[in-house]
C-alpha cells in the first residue's frame, strides 16, 4: 500500500460528459502529479501542484483541469469527454524539501476511465 | 528536454533465464534515475535507483548501473521468476523546488513462462 488512495477506481461514462477523479497523497506530502496511461501512448503527465499551486504543466488537454485543496487531496476535472479520453489516470505524491528529497513518487491504484 | 528511451516490448523469457532491459536516457543537468515496476491491476512502485553516476541500485535480485559516459541505467536480473511478469518503466528525475517530476519511458512489458 503506496498510501496515495485515488477514487473511484473504475469509471464507465459516455461522450460529452464530465467527470471528476478524487487522490488523496501520502500524509504529509505536499506535491501531487496526475499522470495518464494508456495502450499507446504511455505514461503522460499530465500536471503537478505543490501545496496549492500549480507548479508544472504537461501534455493536459484544455478540456481537463486540477486544482489541489486545503487539505492538500487533488481532483482532476475531464470535460466534454472522447472517446480517446479512455485510459488510466494515475494519482502521485512525493516527500518534497531538499532533506527529504528521495527521488520517488508514490503512486495510486489509478482511476480507470472508460468513454463510450 | 529530459527524455527516456527503453527497449520495445514484450520481452518473453522462459523461467531463470537472464534478462536485460535496455534504457538511455538524455537530461540537462545531474538526473537521478529510477525503475518502476508495474504489476498486473496495479500502480506503479518504485524498484530501484539511483542518484550520482556509477552508482548501482539493487532490490529484489535486480540491478541497474548509472552509467553517465552512456547516458544509460540498463536493468538486469540473473534468474527471472514468473512473479516478475509485470511492466517496467524506466524514469528520470531532476530536482526542482517543489520536488521531482519523474519522465518516464515507455514500458517494457516482461511475460516470464515456466
Known amino acids: 500500500d503506496s498510501g496515495v488512495t485515488q477514487t473511484p477506481k473504475h469509471l464507465i461514462t459516455a461522450t460529452g460528459q464530465r467527470v471528476t477523479l478524487r487522490c488523496s497523497p501520502r500524509s504529509g506530502d505536499l506535491s501531487v502529479y496526475w499522470y495518464q496511461q494508456s495502450l499507446d501512448q504511455g505514461l503522460q503527465f499530465l500536471i503537478q501542484?505543490?501545496?496549492?499551486?500549480?507548479?508544472a504543466k504537461g501534455n493536459i488537454l484544455e478540456r481537463f483541469s486540477a486544482q489541489q485543496f486545503p487539505d492538500l487531496h487533488s481532483e482532476l476535472n475531464l470535460s466534454s469527454l472522447e472517446l480517446g479520453d479512455s485510459a488510466l489516470y494515475f494519482c502521485a505524491s512525493s516527500a518534497t524539501g531538499v532533506n527529504q528529497y528521495t527521488g520517488e513518487l508514490f503512486f495510486g491504484e489509478g482511476s480507470r476511465l472508460t468513454v463510450l | 528536454g529530459n527524455s527516456v528511451t527503453q527497449m520495445e516490448g514484450p520481452v518473453t523469457l522462459s523461467e531463470e533465464a537472464f534478462l536485460t532491459i535496455n534504457c538511455t536516457y538524455t537530461a540537462t543537468g545531474y538526473p537521478s534515475l529510477f525503475w518502476y515496476v508495474q504489476y498486473p491491476g496495479e500502480g506503479l512502485q518504485l524498484l530501484l535507483k539511483a542518484t550520482k553516476a556509477d552508482d548501482k541500485g539493487s532490490n529484489k535480485g535486480f540491478e541497474a548501473t548509472y552509467r553517465k559516459e552512456t547516458t544509460s541505467f540498463h536493468l538486469e536480473k540473473g534468474s527471472v521468476q514468473v512473479s516478475d511478469s509485470a511492466v517496467y518503466f524506466c524514469?528520470?528525475?531532476?530536482?526542482?523546488?517543489?520536488?521531482?517530476?519523474?519522465?518516464f519511458g515507455g514500458g517494457t512489458r516482461l511475460m516470464v513462462k515456466p
Open positions: 501542484y505543490y501545496n496549492g499551486e500549480e507548479r
Open positions: 524514469a528520470l528525475s531532476v530536482l526542482n523546488n517543489a520536488g521531482n517530476m519523474l519522465t
